[in-house]
Antibody, heavy 120, light 106 residues
Framework: EVQLVESGGGLVQPGRSLKLSCAAS????????MAWVRQAPKKGLEWVAT????????YYPDSVKGRFTISRDNAKSSLYLQMNSLKSEDTATYYC?????????????WGQGVMVTVSS | DTVLTQSPALAVSPGERVSISCRAS??????MHWYQQKPGQQPKLLIY???NLASGVPARFSGSGSGTDFTLTIDPVEADDTATYFC?????????FGGGTKLELK
């Protein structure tokens, strides 16, 4: 059974940093692209970052480019999201997702999510 | 960015057929996917590339469309289908999501 478990969320002040982690199990982690998707309270979904199987390629939307960094450790089956210079608009639930890249670019399994609140 | 427009809410009775629409501001070929999100839960993939049923999803769910107009159909609707349904396109960069359609059962 595919399982994705996020951790590292919490309350952080504007301008500070936070690092999220996602522990994966139930599949061969190194064979899959991975992604982060967020959802602001009572709002829709927004793609945040994608990383290739080896970690050599990363992709971001303009809203987080230069502030967020996605990375992975295949030996530990773990995905990370380093978030710097956080803004109030980054407040959201952050989901780790297994990403299908070669046939359509969609997310076939999602974690339960972790809440990040950016506030002074 | 490609904007995906969905109706905010629908209300149907169990046993009926419901169609949930998603309109893209520009063509997305067949690269449209559908997710179901129940209250307090993470999204779940239902349909990928417009019409392909994801693993473990009941055949009551189906998808259609291409270009700019897409439809998710549930037939028949069951009480457990109460949820918000999101479309997502991945043809144009960045990939974007629709605002979601909240499906309520009468």
């Amino acid at each position: 059974e595919v399982q994705l478990v996020e951790s590292g969320g919490g309350l952080v002040q504007p301008g500070r940093s936070l690092k999220l982690s996602c522990a994966a199990s139930g599949f061969t982690f190194s064979n899959y692209y991975m992604a982060w998707v967020r959802q602001a309270p009572k709002k829709g979904l927004e793609w945040v970052a994608t990383i290739s199987t080896s970690g050599s390629r990363t992709y971001y939307p303009d809203s987080v480019k230069g502030r967020f960094t996605i990375s992975r450790d295949n030996a530990k089956s773990s995905l990370y999201l380093q978030m710097n210079s956080l803004k109030s608009e980054d407040t959201a639930t952050y989901y780790c997702a297994r990403h299908v890249f070669n046939y359509g670019s969609y997310d076939d399994y999602w974690g339960q999510g972790v809440m990040v609140t950016v506030s002074s | 960015d490609t904007v995906l427009t969905q109706s905010p809410a629908l209300a149907v009775s169990p046993g009926e057929r419901v169609s949930i629409s998603c309109r893209a501001s520009e063509g997305v070929n067949s690269y449209m996917h559908w997710y179901q999100q129940k209250p307090g839960q993470q999204p779940k993939l239902l349909i990928y590339k417009a019409s392909n049923l994801a693993s473990g999803v009941p055949a009551r769910f189906s998808g259609s469309g291409s270009g700019t107009d897409f439809t998710l159909t549930i037939d028949p609707v069951e009480a457990d289908d109460t949820a918000t349904y999101f479309c997502q396109q991945s043809w144009n960069d960045p990939r974007t999501f629709g605002g979601g359609t909240k499906l309520e059962l009468k």
